[in-house]
């Protein structure tokens, strides 16, 4: 019979188990975090894998008993446990809201249009049973954690606070930048999010795929950065001359391998709404992920932002 894998301990009263879901969005797999002694408290269950969800009951120590389901975002490699997994136990699942909860106009358009989120696939019939106001505390056995609407990877996405430490979901990891991908991604909140985070002194980030982040300040900076030197690329390719959002990302990400290359074309065009909306970028029509796009005001500009 083959052994069940056991969690990993990482601190005082945290405990992680990995989904066995490897990617190229994934990494080795999306972090399943155990919180607590007794009654515990898990932070996205993960994926839909049979296998994930026996580990995991199996894992628990005898007599322990999962209370609360905490969900960071609703996509396929977070959320689909968490409904079983509530069916199995009787705990509540706590987030956010549904997928596309927190859209701005601009995405919430995008969206009625037919523009389908890329990357991990989102999870459209996500549902908790209680949502997470920004800021909300919850209490457990020996156990406390804060909601922190951090949107941007996805309009729902959570952070979750536990004392000095940070589960940051697909906000921030120590192996990749964070994907965003339009419509679920939104670039302007996604940096608005980083800036919320720098401002915090936490101690320990624990995301939800790879290492842990030991230096919070140090990797939040990189990425701020890392998202400005992407728009600086964007801004001198761009010009009189429409570009389309893929001939853009060619030009840039000269060393993206195919596999990613479709991530790299969502993230461009995620760059592009945003500079459009402070009009650093103007689409060359109604905006979608086929538009092109130049440094130069049009006639046609007001209609497409309507």
Not at 170 to 199: E, I, K
Not at 229 to 241: F, S, V, Y
Request: with cysteine.
């Amino acid at each position: 019979m083959t052994a069940q894998p056991a969690l990993t301990r990482l601190e005082p009263g945290l405990r992680c188990l990995r989904a066995p879901n490897p990617s190229p969005m994934t990494e080795h797999g999306t972090n399943t975090y155990v919180i607590g002694e007794g009654n515990v408290a898990v932070i996205d269950p993960g994926p839909a894998l049979p296998a994930h969800y026996d580990a995991l009951l199996a894992a628990l120590s005898p007599g322990e008993r999962i209370t609360h389901i905490f969900v960071t975002h609703s996509h396929l490699d977070h959320s689909p446990l968490a409904r079983p997994l509530s069916q199995a136990t009787g705990a509540p699942v706590l987030a956010f809201g549904p997928h596309g909860a927190g859209r701005s106009d601009v995405m919430v358009r995008l969206a009625a249009d037919g523009l389908a989120g890329g990357g991990e696939g989102a999870d459209e019939d996500f549902a908790p049973e209680i949502e997470l106001a920004d800021g909300e505390v919850i209490d457990g056995n020996g156990w406390r954690l804060q909601a922190l609407h951090t949107p941007g990877h996805t309009s729902n996405h959570l952070a979750f606070a536990w004392g000095d430490a940070l589960f940051t979901g697909d906000h921030v990891m120590g192996w990749a930048s964070s994907l965003v991908s339009p419509p679920d991604g939104d670039l302007s909140a996604f940096m608005a999010s980083c800036g919320r985070l720098a401002s915090r002194s936490d101690r320990i980030y624990y995301p939800g795929h790879g290492a842990p982040v030991d230096d919070p300040a140090a990797r939040v900076a990189w990425l701020i950065a890392h998202r400005r030197g992407r728009e600086a690329q964007i801004l001198e390719q761009l010009g009189p001359h429409p570009q389309s959002v893929s001939e853009l990302t060619a030009t840039i990400y000269t060393d993206t391998p195919d596999s990613l290359r479709a991530a790299a074309e969502r993230n461009v065009f995620a760059h592009l709404i945003d500079l459009a909306e402070r009009n650093l970028a103007h689409p060359v029509g109604p905006l979608s992920s086929t538009t092109c796009f130049t440094d130069q005001p049009r006639e046609w500009e007001a209609d497409a932002k309507m």
